[in-house]
């Protein structure tokens, strides 16, 4: 391949990932084509892209990137998979395809500049909280005491009003109302 056909394919994949923060790399070698086919088809369907890389070349586009972290897992056969919403929710997918699709090797992930290598590692990060679970936790977590304080500020406040009401409805029907002698 010439020199300025890999510049040409460099300057691509530059495009291609600017700005993807993180991604989890795959290898389809063995897969048969519907199995590849439908595995795309699944990440298509969530705006998760699958490219196939020639691995010196992705080195050298991914440099001073968020992904040179994918370095170590540049060699053989390499796609990465990239986009979405979360590389979490990506690594979710692909273990659980990897289970059914024997030929589907994990080779490492990346998100905010951490290397997962291996299969281990993308099981490793695809047990982490998606941004937004993430989100919703530390919002229980700050709601949490002002919702005990809310009960505790009400719970008395409601057996106050009980007792009001009680007072209110014997008083409509006539009856006295007297202290019990404690």
Request: charged share 25%.
């Amino acid at each position: 391949m010439s020199k300025t056909i890999k510049d040409m394919i460099v300057r691509e994949y530059k495009k291609r990932f600017t700005g993807v923060e993180g991604a989890v790399l795959v290898e389809l070698r063995g897969m048969a084509g519907t199995d590849n086919t439908g595995l795309r088809l699944k990440m298509h369907a969530k705006q998760v892209r699958v490219t196939v890389v020639k691995n010196a070349l992705a080195r050298k586009a991914f440099e001073g990137t968020a992904l040179e972290v994918l370095t170590p897992g540049l060699s053989g056969p390499t796609a990465v998979v990239y986009g979405g919403d979360s590389v979490v929710g990506i690594a979710r997918d692909l273990v659980k395809m990897a289970k059914d699709q024997e030929a589907l090797v994990l080779k490492g992930a990346c998100i905010d500049g951490t290397w997962f290598g291996g299969d281990a590692g993308v099981k490793r990060l695809s047990e982490f909280p998606t941004k937004e679970e993430a989100q919703a936790k530390v919002v229980t977590l700050v709601l949490s005491p002002a919702r005990k304080l809310m009960g505790a500020v009400k719970g008395p406040g409601g057996r106050v009003m009980g007792i009001v009401k009680e007072i209110e409805s014997r008083l409509e029907k006539g009856e006295t109302i007297a202290a019990k002698a404690g």
